[in-house]
């Protein structure tokens, strides 16, 4: 079998659109557009092309898009003091705290210190809380959409066999949260786990969100299984830059259905998602009907 390649990058344009048709209508009911706000503390130079990027996206999309990157000594209490002026922003929908923070400063606090309305990357305990028990809230863009990748790939996920490579907070867990929302029976793996070839082998679908560069073997997928590929290594093969998965691709695509490439898969989808959770935190706040589109 030869996998079929799933284009991260062409389902974010389609959704791209769908994000960008919704605008008109909230702008003639709200007299504004819908704003993102982005706080990077600190100049690792992947992070800050992270942030101008999704700056970018967020103005082509026909968003409010504000950029905050502070000195890697920003005091805690400083952090705290931005988050709650941008809650405080009604032009502000969504705010977004890129990770990792500098060690002085206590994540959790400044992440708590988030509006759960403009929560945009679900990982306010209120949102993680709201995955859990089924209730609306907003969800992480990653896990979010390899979701959206997988449905439109699979349809319906009952009773598939999912494993979950990785428990990060921002992925890992909120991710086997939607595959177990979704009806798969889902195995979570992690660092600890034994056995793992063994256990990747029994899964119709797998998530590999380790950040270790080739660590998931082409032998240990199971024929027709679903491949989504989380990783972002960067390194230098040959001399060249490169961004490597999780997954051994070239070994993966003789023995999987489909699966995603890095890059052009699950990253696109990341940013998009991001966009897309942030039109629907400005319904929700505006009071206007949930928006369904994906
Ligand atoms: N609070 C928080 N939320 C995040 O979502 C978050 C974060 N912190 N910290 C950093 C990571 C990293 N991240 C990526 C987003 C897009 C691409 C992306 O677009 N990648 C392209 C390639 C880009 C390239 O070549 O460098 C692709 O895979 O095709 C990658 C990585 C979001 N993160
Ligand atoms: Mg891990």
């Not at 089924?134 to 009773?159: A, K, N």
Request: charged share 20%; with cysteine.
């Amino acid at each position: 079998m030869r996998a079929q390649i799933i284009d991260g990058k062409a389902y974010a344009d389609g959704l791209a659109d769908r994000i960008t048709a919704t605008i008109p209508a909230f702008t003639e009911k709200t007299g504004r557009v819908p704003g993102l706000a982005v706080i990077l503390v600190g100049s690792d130079p992947a992070s800050e092309i992270y942030v101008r990027s999704k700056g970018r996206k967020t103005r082509e999309l026909g968003m409010a898009s504000f950029e905050h990157i502070l000195p890697a000594e920003t005091g805690q209490t400083e952090l705290v003091a931005l988050v709650e002026a941008l809650n405080a922003d009604n032009r502000v929908d969504g705010i977004l705290v890129q990770l990792p923070l500098p060690d002085h400063i206590d994540e959790l606090a400044v992440v708590r210190a988030i509006d759960p309305r403009k929560d945009v990357d679900g990982l306010h305990p209120e949102s993680a809380g709201r995955l859990v028990s089924g209730r609306p809230g907003l969800v992480s863009c990653t896990p979010l959409g390899c979701l959206m990748l997988l449905r439109d790939q699979l349809g319906d996920l009952s009773g598939l066999d999912a494993i979950v490579i990785g428990r990060s907070i921002l992925v890992g867990k909120p991710m086997g949260q939607l595959l177990l929302g979704a009806n798969c029976t889902v195995t979570m793996a992690h660092s600890r786990t034994r056995n793992l070839a063994d256990k990747v082998r029994q899964a119709d679908i797998i998530v590999a969100a380790a950040g270790q560069a080739g660590m998931i073997k082409g032998d240990w997928i199971r024929p027709g299984a679903t491949v989504i590929d989380v990783g972002t290594t960067r390194a230098v093969v040959d001399g060249k830059r490169r961004l490597l998965g999780d997954v051994d691709f070239a070994a993966a695509l003789e023995r999987a259905s489909a699966i995603t490439p890095v890059p052009g898969g699950v990253g696109p989808m990341t940013i998009m998602v991001l966009m897309h959770n942030t039109v629907l935190a400005a319904h929700d706040r505006a009071g206007l009907p949930h928006l369904q589109l994906w």
